[in-house]
């Protein structure tokens, strides 16, 4: 699987900046479309996972969300320093083994979840 950036729900001009620090760092950029936010998010990344048999029809996401796949460390401390340059996201996720599995739907829900517990906090 080669580095990756999914972006779910992001305006066209931070799309184009966040694909230009993307190809400096030599990282894909994919906007996952509206309709495949029931797709686990590692198959939308590269990975071998079953097609859900069921088209998303709901709305945009009402926020940005990131997910970082297959990145060197390296790699992603300079993709993040270009995001904090061009306005922080700030719900973001690295691929793991769990929210592989996970849709874009789930996923969301538990980062907008822990995005607001920590709003809370300060």
């Known amino acids: 699987m080669e580095p990756t950036v999914l972006v779910y729900q992001m305006e066209l001009q931070r799309l184009k ?3 230009a620090a993307a190809k400096v760092i030599q990282i894909r950029v994919k906007k996952v479309p509206t309709v495949r936010y029931l797709h686990p998010v590692g198959r939308e990344a590269g990975l ?19 997910v970082l796949c297959n990145l060197s460390e390296g790699a992603q401390e300079r993709l993040l320093a270009a995001l ?11 691929l793991t083994d769990t929210n592989s599995k996970w849709s874009g739907i789930r996923l969301f829900a538990e980062l907008n979840r822990e995005h607001l517990q920590f709003s809370q906090l300060q």
Not at 51 to 57: A, D, L, S, V
Not at 84 to 94: C, D, I, L, S
């Open 48 to 66: 071998d996972l079953p097609e859900p048999r069921e088209t998303y029809q709901g709305p945009e996401l009402p926020a940005e969300m990131i």
């Open 84 to 94: 904090r340059q061009m306005g922080t996201v700030e719900r973001k996720a690295v």
């Open 17 to 19: 900046k966040l694909k």
